[in-house]
């Protein structure tokens, strides 16, 4: 079944859109609890038991988790990532592993082989500075979904994605934000928008949305009320909520009237929650749970489902 | 020593500016020789027997080596490269390590600690859509060297990189390509240079160069002429020479006039020059060496090395 169905139909089923990252940090003192790094004493065996109990207590409420590759390549914990991946699917989890590769041709289709065909990731996210030919053999696995970078959730993010970039032989575009004497003006991370909405035009649609999707900041809610017309066919990838100082007012502009269009991202804000809490940490992932349940509340009543 | 020192004065030592990339391909069909897939079994063992080999056989003739991480995640092949990375130091070789890696705040530095500490690459690529969040982790380790990508050498290249940025704040700015009222106008991978030139500012230097530098892909000449003026204390990684199809007139431009400046990367041209000439599989390092001792040449004779 493709990304896309498989998404959207655990989203309805579970009439959440809740995307539960896990990003283990063990350096940080009390991140991942102490008596876990006693226990199992590797990071391949801490972390896998860490992300299994989280799962255990969360996978009924989401319907899909996002391990991040860079700290499983920091603690060389590799194995606990594919483990992590095949138990998530056994609770009937989907996984977008973010690991935002970017390359050409037989380098780019590496990329897209070990992330699909080692490790089993039903989507992945990806940078496409490259154009159209670092993100091609990505859709070439005609099942998996991708999330392409488009405007994301960090401070510096105008740096680049903010400048105004200009088309000079489409005068005519509808979408563009500002003129000046005839020149067509848009942003960089909204051009990146208009490419990703002309590699969809082809690709299968489920409920009107298809595999291939952004990754757009919750930080930035007007960017995502634009984005969210801009790219009618894509699904938003939301990181920034909880930890990044997002709220549920801020990102439901990336939802459309069905209650769809968008998933969000909450990682230290779920697994460390806790911590903020202040609940024994034997309890990390009771305390997980209910954050899932409080976000679910807080999103579900900022959005429409009542289609679902 | 920072990278960039020890790399120029290895380039002045071997005169050369030769960079050997190290993509291994196992699955297609006598790209690392038979014989060597039949004697060393597994992918990590066959890997590091042919980068070892290489190694020894090209050693004196280059400074560096690129090994590509696509390949190693694809074949999972990261012990191999480790040990490869190893086996280069001990022979005086550098080591960038090609992972175009890109994210913000702990999962960048977690990026950074893996290529720096876990591989202890000398240099890493990166992708800085981010901006200066997804610089700045690497960049805080003084001593290793980062290259941006700026113009990748593939045909879809342009998609993004070839639109004209805008700069509403910046109309007198010099080094822009096109005005129209008053408007600045740059093409993105220019702004991105031009990031990097800002970016650059307070790095200690050596013989004008310091530790950022840039992708510039030696298929696009004409760029590369730009890049050189806008960045004139970058170094420019350039690949594509060879299979890509670019010549050593292609990549002159990289170079200022001391013959420095840039480092022209090879990888199937120099790994499989073997096939191409058709030498013995048995001879694939031999047949390197002599595609290095061609390619320096050439490229020699296109540079000014009077300096040195």
């Given at each position: 079944m493709s990304f896309i169905r498989h998404l959207i139909e655990s989203i309805k089923e579970k009439r959440s859109a809740i995307c539960m990252g896990l990003d283990p940090r063990l350096d940080k003192e009390g991140q991942i609890p102490e008596y876990l790094k006693e226990e199992f004493e590797t990071p391949n065996g801490i972390i896998l038991e860490f992300n299994k109990a989280l799962i255990d207590h969360t996978s009924d409420l989401i319907p899909v988790i996002k391990p991040q590759m860079a700290f499983y390549e920091k603690y060389e914990a590799l194995k606990a990532l594919k483990e992590t991946i095949k138990y998530a699917h056994k609770k009937d989890l989907?996984?977008?592993?973010?690991?935002?590769?970017?390359?050409?041709?037989?380098?780019?289709?590496a990329y897209a082989y070990s992330?699909?065909?080692?490790?089993?990731?039903?989507?992945?996210?990806?940078?496409?500075?490259?154009?159209?030919?670092?993100?091609?053999?990505?859709?070439?696995?005609?099942?998996?979904?991708?999330?392409?970078?488009?405007?994301?959730?960090?401070?510096?993010?105008?740096?680049?994605?903010?400048?105004?970039?200009?088309?000079?032989?489409?005068?005519?575009?509808?979408?563009?934000?500002?003129?000046?004497?005839?020149?067509?003006?848009?942003?960089?991370?909204?051009?990146?928008?208009?490419?990703?909405?002309?590699?969809?035009?082809?690709?299968?649609?489920?409920?009107?949305?298809?595999?291939?999707?952004?990754?757009?900041?919750a930080t930035y809610p007007d960017e995502l009320k634009i984005l969210r017309k801009t790219i009618p066919n894509s699904m938003i990838l939301i990181p920034g909520y909880g930890a990044q100082g997002a709220t549920a007012e801020d990102i439901k502009h990336g939802f459309d009237n069905q209650g769809l269009g968008a998933i969000v991202n909450s990682s230290r804000g779920i697994m460390f929650a806790y911590q903020k809490n202040k609940i024994k940490p034997e309890h990390f992932d009771k305390a997980a749970r209910t954050m899932i349940l409080k976000m679910k509340k807080r999103i579900n009543k900022k959005i429409n489902l009542s289609k679902f």
């Open positions: 989907l996984v977008i592993l973010d690991a935002k590769r970017n390359d050409i041709g037989s380098t780019c289709e992330l699909f065909k080692n490790y089993h990731a039903d989507a992945c996210t990806i940078n496409a500075y490259f154009g159209i030919d670092g993100v091609k053999p990505f859709l070439d696995y005609k099942n998996k979904g991708i999330f392409i970078l488009v405007k994301t959730s960090n401070p510096s993010s105008g740096d680049f994605q903010n400048l105004f970039a200009v088309r000079l032989d489409d005068v005519n575009n509808k979408k563009s934000q500002i003129r000046a004497d005839g020149i067509t003006l848009e942003r960089n991370y909204l051009h990146m928008a208009n490419l990703v909405n002309r590699w969809s035009k082809t690709l299968e649609k489920f409920s009107n949305y298809c595999n291939l999707g952004v990754v757009a900041g």
